[in-house]
């Protein structure tokens, strides 16, 4: 069986892969504690260019994940967000060294519902996917797969350059799928947002477009011995990891990025995520973090004092502010730092809308450039809702919205799927307390949540869902998976930080922010991502030879 296969059993050169991995990555993976946990064939395929019920929000202009643009400019740039309507790399500076990829738009007939045979039959909806056949040598090359994840599809194809270097190398197939609801895979159309409407949004519907998706492509192609490999970050670094454990006999292996697998299960600490935040802000500049903490605490004694009008003018809001007003404002600059430092990369990106290098810095340079502690704040939050710096003023409501998901959902159709996504299956139970972190005391209970989704969605969370479908932490059986986590990110925290068996692989990429491994090359690139790199790419490369060995092995 596939999932049974594991990486030293595959002879000489996969004990060659696993020395590199001993000289690279094992250098070292983190604990969990250091930082984290502690911190169809056949299917035709179509072508086509209240603070009891508060959650979080990814806001202003912000995934297109992290859930567009992305989080903050219109969520997650690319978890949740836009792409290039035409292919070229405009949502990743340098993320195609060299020729553009010619990828292919195209839709297939997806079903609606892969587990109920009565309730929608054999209707179907078109789901969007990117291919790229310009490295492609067929019988000889892989497919790699990219699992969509909350957000528009190109976004995410703009932003996974490392993918496309690999696919040159390994002579691949390229495949970026849409996740359902998401981009312009919509299964009721313009109403798929809409409650009433959510019910076949799903983490196991959408695994099995991606494995119903992935046969019909290899019958269309002829190359149903082709190992296919699963890419995938943040929420799509989830689902490969689902993928491979779900589907072992369709996915060779999978390099799941940035995937916080533990704490989406409801594993983990629920302060570890803001605290992990402050830690890259303390680690930049103790004083930055000090800054912070007097601008909340200045912004709360002025609400005690009801002088109201003394914030709007020195933070800048567009709204008249009254008592109500305080936990908005607190969760849309708290916003701020949640993008931030996911996107503390070493070069300027706009994968979650524009930013500069290194943002936290740059992010500290502002707070501690101006005399007072809320000017500070106020010109900080504007890296990202003032990218432009033509807004004359912050609307703290149209820039941000809360949601189910207190490192935020964004705006948009995109981010009404990830709130319900988040009442569902996900659990993203995050708080801020005020002492393991700089954040003022902002919590997100599961009580909280329970009625929020009631209210919003009319469902209840089943917690403890993932842990069973998915296994938790109990990985033990899976095999040929990649975890990669930068030490810089927020979500490390609640992913894998250790090795977990010969071929259940953690690394740990120093400097590195949100899947900062994903993105194509540049030349401000830290040692340790061209490391952890060079190890992913040797056993992506072992799981495509193991398996074409096996392919060819008679049948019992």
């Given at each position: 069986?596939?999932l049974q296969?594991?990486?030293l059993?595959?002879g000489?050169?996969?004990?060659?892969a696993?020395?590199?991995?001993l000289?690279l990555a094992?250098?070292?993976?983190a604990?969990?504690?250091e930082?984290?946990?502690?911190?169809g064939a056949?299917?035709?395929?179509g072508s086509?260019?209240a603070d009891g019920?508060?959650?979080?929000?990814?806001?202003a202009?912000?995934?297109?994940?992290?859930?567009g643009g992305g989080?903050?400019?219109?969520r997650?740039?690319?978890?949740?967000?836009?792409?290039a309507?035409s292919?070229?790399?405009?949502?990743e500076r340098?993320?195609?060294?060299g020729?553009d990829p010619?990828?292919?738009?195209?839709?297939?007939e997806?079903?609606?519902?892969?587990f109920?045979f009565?309730?929608?039959?054999n209707k179907t909806f078109?789901?969007r996917f990117?291919?790229?056949e310009?490295?492609w040598?067929k019988?000889e090359?892989p497919?790699?797969?990219?699992t969509?994840n909350?957000g528009d599809?190109w976004?995410?194809?703009?932003?996974?350059?490392?993918i496309?270097?690999?696919a040159?190398?390994?002579?691949?197939?390229?495949v970026?799928?849409?996740?359902?609801?998401?981009g312009?895979?919509?299964?009721?159309?313009p109403?798929?947002?809409r409650?009433?409407?959510?019910?076949l949004?799903s983490?196991e519907?959408?695994?099995?477009d991606?494995?119903?998706?992935?046969?019909?492509l290899?019958?269309?192609?002829?190359?149903?011995?082709?190992p296919a490999v699963?890419?995938?970050?943040s929420y799509?670094?989830?689902?490969?990891?689902?993928?491979?454990?779900?589907?072992?006999?369709l996915v060779?292996?999978?390099?799941?990025a940035?995937a916080?697998?533990l704490?989406?299960?409801?594993?983990?600490n629920?302060?570890?995520f803001?605290?992990?935040?402050t830690?890259?802000f303390?680690?930049?500049n103790?004083?930055?973090?000090q800054?912070v903490r007097?601008?909340?605490r200045?912004?709360?004694?002025l609400?005690?004092q009801?002088?109201?009008?003394?914030?709007?003018q020195?933070?800048?809001?567009?709204?008249?502010?009254s008592?109500?007003d305080?936990?908005?404002?607190?969760?849309?600059?708290r916003?701020?730092f949640t993008?931030?430092?996911?996107m503390?990369?070493?070069?300027?990106?706009?994968f979650?809308?524009?930013l500069p290098?290194h943002?936290?810095k740059?992010?500290c340079?502002?707070?501690l450039s101006?005399?007072?502690?809320i000017?500070?704040?106020r010109?900080?939050?504007?890296?990202?809702y003032n990218?432009?710096?033509?807004e004359?003023?912050?609307?703290?409501?149209?820039?941000y919205?809360?949601?189910?998901?207190p490192?935020g959902c964004?705006l948009g159709?995109?981010?009404?799927?990830?709130?319900?996504q988040?009442c569902t299956e996900i659990n993203?139970?995050?708080?801020?307390?005020?002492?393991t972190?700089m954040?003022?005391?902002?919590?997100?209970?599961?009580?909280?949540?329970?009625h929020?989704?009631?209210?919003?969605?009319g469902v209840w969370?089943?917690?403890?869902?993932?842990?069973?479908?998915?296994w938790?932490?109990?990985?033990?059986?899976?095999?040929?998976?990649?975890?990669?986590?930068?030490?810089?990110?927020?979500?490390?925290?609640?992913?894998i930080q250790?090795n977990l068996s010969?071929?259940?692989?953690a690394?740990?990429?120093?400097?590195?922010?949100h899947h900062?491994?994903?993105r194509?090359s540049?030349?401000a690139?830290p040692?340790s991502?061209?490391?952890?790199?060079?190890?992913?790419?040797?056993?992506?490369?072992?799981w495509?030879?193991?398996?074409?060995?096996e392919?060819a092995?008679p049948?019992?």
């Amino acid at each position: 069986m596939g999932l049974q296969r594991r990486c030293l059993a595959a002879g000489s050169a996969l004990s060659w892969a696993l020395s590199l991995l001993l000289a690279l990555a094992l250098r070292g993976p983190a604990a969990g504690g250091e930082r984290g946990g502690g911190r169809g064939a056949g299917r035709r395929t179509g072508s086509g260019a209240a603070d009891g019920e508060r959650g979080g929000g990814r806001g202003a202009g912000r995934r297109g994940g992290e859930r567009g643009g992305g989080r903050g400019a219109g969520r997650r740039g690319g978890e949740r967000g836009g792409g290039a309507a035409s292919g070229a790399a405009d949502g990743e500076r340098g993320a195609h060294p060299g020729a553009d990829p010619g990828f292919r738009e195209e839709y297939f007939e997806q079903l609606l519902d892969h587990f109920n045979f009565e309730s929608f039959g054999n209707k179907t909806f078109r789901q969007r996917f990117l291919l790229s056949e310009k490295f492609w040598k067929k019988d000889e090359g892989p497919i790699f797969f990219y699992t969509g994840n909350e957000g528009d599809v190109w976004s995410f194809a703009n932003n996974s350059g490392f993918i496309l270097e690999l696919a040159a190398r390994e002579a691949a197939l390229v495949v970026f799928a849409e996740h359902r609801y998401y981009g312009k895979s919509l299964p009721f159309g313009p109403d798929s947002a809409r409650r009433g409407r959510m019910e076949l949004l799903s983490v196991e519907q959408a695994l099995a477009d991606f494995a119903v998706l992935l046969q019909a492509l290899r019958v269309r192609f002829g190359a149903q011995d082709a190992p296919a490999v699963a890419f995938g970050g943040s929420y799509g670094g989830m689902l490969s990891a689902y993928m491979r454990m779900k589907y072992p006999h369709l996915v060779a292996g999978a390099l799941a990025a940035s995937a916080p697998i533990l704490a989406v299960a409801g594993l983990g600490n629920s302060y570890q995520f803001f605290r992990d935040v402050t830690t890259d802000f303390e680690e930049q500049n103790p004083k930055c973090v000090q800054g912070v903490r007097d601008a909340f605490r200045e912004i709360k004694d002025l609400f005690l004092q009801k002088k109201y009008h003394t914030v709007q003018q020195r933070f800048g809001t567009c709204q008249h502010l009254s008592g109500q007003d305080l936990t908005q404002l607190f969760d849309f600059s708290r916003n701020a730092f949640t993008v931030l430092t996911m996107m503390d990369y070493p070069y300027p990106t706009d994968f979650l809308g524009p930013l500069p290098a290194h943002p936290v810095k740059a992010g500290c340079d502002q707070l501690l450039s101006k005399n007072g502690s809320i000017e500070g704040l106020r010109a900080l939050v504007g890296l990202l809702y003032n990218s432009s710096g033509s807004e004359p003023c912050y609307d703290i409501y149209r820039q941000y919205r809360s949601c189910a998901d207190p490192t935020g959902c964004g705006l948009g159709p995109d981010s009404q799927a990830w709130d319900y996504q988040a009442c569902t299956e996900i659990n993203l139970v995050f708080s801020s307390n005020n002492v393991t972190d700089m954040f003022p005391e902002l919590e997100f209970t599961e009580e909280q949540r329970q009625h929020y989704c009631l209210k919003t969605w009319g469902v209840w969370p089943r917690h403890d869902w993932l842990r069973t479908n998915f296994w938790g932490a109990d990985l033990k059986a899976a095999s040929n998976i990649i975890f990669s986590n930068g030490d810089l990110d927020p979500w490390a925290g609640g992913g894998i930080q250790s090795n977990l068996s010969a071929s259940v692989i953690a690394i740990t990429i120093k400097g590195g922010a949100h899947h900062l491994d994903l993105r194509g090359s540049n030349p401000a690139d830290p040692v340790s991502v061209l490391e952890a790199r060079k190890l992913e790419a040797v056993l992506i490369h072992e799981w495509v030879k193991t398996a074409r060995r096996e392919a060819a092995l008679p049948s019992a």
